[in-house]
């Protein structure tokens, strides 16, 4: 017989079940699917980055400056969303510190209800400043290595007397989505890697901070698998592509239901590093570089952009924007490497059973 999983506790809050949805880019993770992960016991997380550009405060015209207050009033109506979805559940928002609007889009998730903030791409070093009004609001950076860790760890000592409230330790070997670039975070093993970080937390520090496993995650066995490692959650992102409460268009969810791992391609990006997608037309055309790319900046979104300050690359919003429309051949499919085990469209619920091993897995 299976035996319970734990629950998660990061900073003041408790999911029931030990598993964050991962966010997902653009709109792919919006407030159906993380109210519905919520609603069934997990963390549900609201994928934050380019929620303006497909929402009513974005016009055809598109005009700088807009594109920022359009991203944080959808933020705002997404989040009342996921909430009104699970009044009670956990839910964060993703936040990308590569962004221009980051620390804007910190404060409205910490403003609006957002239980925990997730930062990935970029060492979130001054994260604590922008939530300081908000100390219910849990800190959680994403890391591919124990590098990234001591650094957070060490300036939000010294700056902010506070530590993180989790980690996220994404294993770049099977993750979707933009990877590590380092030699050293590309060839690690999640399996050594997250000793490491324990070892360095407890021994060092002398304290336990919860470390939550990412990529690669399909059923239970993962996840106690992770859990043995000595991981209190996992992060699942591939998977609730194919649900009914993800909120791209059918025809993405349909592409990811029919591909196959052989149909996994690593392709640059303009940020800078590798990203993890599915084979099609764009992602042909992105690894070969080739000069049909768009290379228009759409909304000035990126610190640092290949795209817009080099003319190099693609515009990566409008990508993957395109995709999650449903423009399947001519957007960016991210994807884990995991990809070609779903056999069909299943609710959050039916997903969250299997990755639980409890059949009744929804709580709320
Ligand atoms: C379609 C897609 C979009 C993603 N977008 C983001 C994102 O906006 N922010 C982020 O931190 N991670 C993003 N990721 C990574 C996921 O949140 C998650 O960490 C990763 O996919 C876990 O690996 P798995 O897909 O094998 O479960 C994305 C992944 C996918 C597949």
Not at 295 to 302: F, Q, S
Request: with cysteine.
């Amino acid at each position: 017989m299976l035996r319970s999983l734990p629950p998660l506790r990061i900073g003041q809050h408790t999911a029931h079940y030990p598993i964050v949805q991962g966010a997902m880019a653009v709109r792919v993770s919006g407030a159906s699917l993380a109210g519905a992960v919520a609603n069934a016991g997990g963390v549900g997380v609201i994928s934050s980055l380019g929620l303006g550009l497909n929402s009513p405060y974005f016009g055809t015209r598109l005009r700088q400056g807009t594109f920022f207050i359009a991203n944080q009033l959808a933020l705002v109506d997404e989040l009342q969303k996921a909430r009104a979805l699970s009044p009670d559940g956990m839910i964060g928002v993703n936040i990308l510190v590569a962004t221009k609007d980051y620390s804007v889009v910190a404060r409205t998730a910490a403003a609006n209800g957002a239980n925990l903030i997730i930062t990935a791409a970029g060492l979130p070093l001054h994260l604590p400043a922008y939530t300081a009004s908000y100390p219910e609001v849990a800190l959680v950076p994403m890391v591919c290595g124990l590098e990234a860790v001591q650094t957070i760890c060490q300036t939000w000592q010294q700056q902010y007397d506070r530590l993180p409230d989790a980690f996220i330790v994404e294993n770049s070997k099977a993750a979707g989505g933009h990877i590590g670039t380092t030699c050293e975070e590309f060839n690690s093993q999640i399996e050594n890697v997250l000793p490491h970080i324990q070892n360095y937390l407890q021994n060092q520090l002398q304290v336990t901070i919860p470390l939550i496993a990412a990529g690669g995650i399909w059923e239970r066995a993962d996840v106690d698998r992770m859990l043995a490692l000595g991981a209190s959650g996992v992060q699942v992102g591939t998977r609730f592509i194919t649900t009914e409460e993800c909120d791209a268009d059918r025809r993405y969810k349909e592409f990811h239901l029919n591909a196959s791992s052989g149909d996994v391609v690593v392709v640059p990006s303009p940020v800078g590093k590798p990203a993890r997608a599915l084979r099609n037309a764009f992602a042909e055309k992105a690894i070969a570089a080739s000069p049909d790319l768009e290379r228009r900046c759409i909304a000035n979104c990126l610190e640092n952009c290949l795209c817009r300050d080099h003319r190099q690359s693609y515009c990566i919003l409008q990508a993957l924007a395109k995709a999650a429309c449903g423009d399947v051949e001519n957007g960016l499919v991210f994807s884990g490497a995991n990809v070609g085990r779903a056999e069909q469209i299943l609710s959050v619920a039916e997903v969250m059973a299997e990755l639980t091993g409890v059949r009744d897995a929804v709580i709320a």
